[in-house]
C-alpha cells in the first residue's frame, strides 16, 4: 500500500507536476486539498484536472468566510502594508490553506503534507511554519526542491508530455497569478525587471489607469 500524501494544490504549472512527480517520481498516493477562497477559478474545473493528473482523492474546503472574517478584517483594521502599497494578499492567503489541509489530513489520518512553494520565496517559508505550528507531527515534502525541472517552460513541456496533449496548458502565462477575494496577486516571470511595464491583462479588478475615464462618476 503506497503511503499518502496530502498537497496543497492550487491548479496552477508549480502544483499540477507536484501530483505527477509525488505518484510517479516518489510512489505516494495522492490526496489533493483545494481551499476556495473566492478566486474566480472554478474549483471543480481545478479538481478534475487533479484527478486527470493522478490525484485519487480532491477535498474542497470553502474557507471564503474563515478568511474573511478570521484574516482579511483582522488586517484591515491593522492597516497590514508591505513595501508602500502591497496588501499581502497572497501571503493572508496561506492561513486558511493550511488550516484546511491539517483539518482535512486528521478527518484522514494522513501525516504527509506537500506543497510546490516556489524555491525562491517566502511562501515555503510560510506554509512550513504554519504546518509545524498547526500539527507538530506532520512530515513534509517540497517537491520543487527536489525535481530536475528548473524553468517554468521546462515544467510546462513535461506536463504536456505526461498527459500527451499539446494543448494542455496552452493559456500559460509566463508569471504567477494568485486570486482571492482580498486581492490579486501576480509574481515572477518578468515582473522580477523592475522597468516591465504590466500588460492590460493584469488589470483584474481595477482598470489600467489610461483607460480610466477623466470624469468621477456617482454610484447610489
Same mark, same amino acid.
Given at each position: ?7 496543497? /494544490? ?20 495522492? @490526496? ?5 477562497l473566492g478566486g474566480r477559478r472554478?474549483?471543480?474545473? @481545478? !479538481? ?6 493522478g490525484a485519487t482523492q480532491v477535498?474542497?474546503?470553502?474557507? =471564503? ?7 482579511? #478584517?483582522? *488586517? ?6 508591505? *513595501?508602500?502599497?502591497?496588501?499581502? *494578499?497572497?501571503?493572508?492567503? !496561506?492561513?486558511?490553506?493550511?488550516? +484546511?489541509?491539517? &483539518?482535512? *489530513? ?14 525562491? !520565496? &517566502? ?7 504554519l504546518l509545524a505550528s498547526l ?7 517540497? %517537491? ?15 506536463? =504536456?508530455?505526461?498527459? +500527451?496533449?499539446?494543448?494542455? #496548458? ?12 482580498? +486581492?490579486?496577486? #501576480? ?8 522597468? #516591465?511595464? %504590466? %500588460?492590460?491583462?493584469? /488589470?483584474?479588478?481595477?482598470?489600467? %489607469? ?11
Amino acid at each position: 500500500m503506497r503511503r499518502k500524501v496530502i498537497l496543497a /494544490y492550487t491548479g496552477g504549472i508549480t502544483t499540477s507536476l507536484c501530483i505527477h512527480y509525488l505518484t510517479h517520481y516518489m510512489g505516494l498516493e495522492v @490526496i489533493a486539498y483545494v481551499a476556495d477562497l473566492g478566486g474566480r477559478r472554478d474549483v471543480k474545473e @481545478i !479538481s478534475a484536472n487533479a484527478q486527470r493528473l493522478g490525484a485519487t482523492q480532491v477535498h474542497i474546503s470553502d474557507m =471564503k468566510s474563515y478568511f474573511v472574517e478570521n484574516v482579511a #478584517f483582522h *488586517a484591515l483594521r491593522a492597516g497590514a502594508e508591505f *513595501a508602500n502599497g502591497f496588501f499581502l *494578499a497572497r501571503a493572508m492567503s !496561506s492561513v486558511p490553506i493550511i488550516l +484546511g489541509l491539517v &483539518n482535512i *489530513a486528521e478527518e484522514n489520518h494522513i501525516r504527509l503534507a506537500a506543497h510546490g512553494s516556489p524555491v525562491a !520565496s &517566502n511562501e515555503q517559508v510560510r506554509f512550513e511554519n504554519l504546518l509545524a505550528s498547526l500539527s507538530p507531527d506532520m512530515e513534509f515534502i517540497s %517537491p520543487p526542491r527536489l525535481w530536475p525541472w528548473k524553468t517554468r517552460e521546462s515544467m510546462v513541456e513535461h506536463l =504536456k508530455t505526461v498527459l +500527451g496533449d499539446e494543448d494542455a #496548458f496552452r493559456d500559460i502565462r509566463d508569471y504567477s497569478l494568485d486570486e482571492n477575494l482580498w +486581492g490579486t496577486t #501576480f509574481s515572477f516571470g518578468p515582473l522580477k525587471d523592475s522597468w #516591465f511595464e %504590466p %500588460p492590460e491583462e493584469m /488589470y483584474r479588478i481595477t482598470r489600467e %489607469p489610461r483607460r480610466a475615464p477623466n470624469k468621477g462618476e456617482t454610484v447610489e
